[in-house]
């Protein structure tokens, strides 16, 4: 059985993250690894200035609409198509096969 990963508290909000993490999990906080003043810190900081950077843009675009069908969701269309197809089970089956089709039409 592998041995669980080393954790350190999280600086900002204290629960424990993996050591190896370049943010916590939990609250989003990045992990200097460097000492203040020196050449590293400032590009580690650089990276989390672009990694938050991201993140913000990323969330918005998810808060916008991104990846979500542009019909929007089809739960009731799907619902009423798989109501339908089971009707059409027992009164005309060749017909429920364009009812089924309509459920799993991307």
């Known amino acids: 059985m592998a041995a669980p990963a080393k954790t350190t508290p999280c600086a900002k909000c204290g629960r424990p993250v993996a050591e190896g993490a370049k943010r916590c999990i939990y609250c989003?906080?990045?992990?200097?690894?460097?000492?203040?003043?020196?050449?590293?810190?400032?590009?580690?900081?650089?990276?989390?200035?672009?990694?938050?950077?991201?993140?913000?843009?990323?969330?918005?675009?998810?808060?916008?609409?991104?990846?979500?069908?542009?019909?929007?969701?089809?739960?009731?269309?799907?619902?009423?198509?798989?109501?339908?197809?089971?009707?059409?089970?027992f009164i005309n089956p060749f017909a429920a096969i364009k009812h089924i089709k309509a459920i799993f039409r991307p």
């Not at 400032?42 to 916008?64: G, I, M």
């Not at 542009?70 to 619902?79: C, F, H, Q």
């Open 28 to 89: 989003g906080a990045f992990r200097f690894t460097s000492a203040p003043g020196t050449p590293e810190r400032e590009a580690e900081e650089k990276e989390a200035a672009e990694s938050e950077r991201k993140l913000k843009q990323q969330a918005a675009l998810y808060r916008a609409g991104m990846g979500i069908p542009k019909g929007g969701p089809k739960s009731d269309k799907n619902l009423a198509n798989i109501v339908k197809a089971i009707i059409m089970l």
